[in-house]
Nanobody, 117 residues
Framework: QVQLVESGGGLVQAGGSLRLSCAASGNIFGMTVMGWYRQVPGKQRELVADVHIGGDTTYADFARGRSTISMDVARNTISLQMNNLKPEDTGVYYC???????????WGQGTQVTVSS
């Protein structure tokens, strides 16, 4: 079983920054990708950014240029630095881990990000 512990959400003013972290533990053998997703009010869950074990990264258009994702392989941890946050970034942010073996995908419980105008 895989466990994901998320931290770093909170309340920030527009234009501010937050850093989200996600630590993975348990049976993470075969991990290939870790990433952050979000669910904002009225929308389906969507990718913010992810990072492959080899270092390749992917960003959603809304996140590119404002966010940086990184992985500490030794600690099985990823971090997402988000800058210039906007009220429309308000939502619940979820960490996800993908493996080559079952369970293929594990989600964290989510952390609330609220950006005030």
């Amino acid at each position: 079983q895989v466990q994901l512990v998320e931290s770093g959400g909170g309340l920030v003013q527009a234009g501010g920054s937050l850093r989200l972290s996600c630590a993975a533990s348990g049976n993470i053998f075969g991990m290939t990708v870790m990433g952050w997703y979000r669910q904002v009010p009225g929308k389906q869950r969507e990718l913010v950014a992810d990072v492959h074990i080899g270092g390749d990264t992917t960003y959603a258009d809304f996140a590119r240029g404002r966010s940086t994702i990184s992985m500490d392989v030794a600690r099985n941890t990823i971090s997402l630095q988000m800058n210039n946050l906007k009220p429309e970034d308000t939502g619940v942010y979820y960490c996800r881990l993908t493996r080559q073996y079952a369970p293929y995908r594990t989600w964290g419980q989510g952390t609330q990000v609220t950006v005030s105008s």
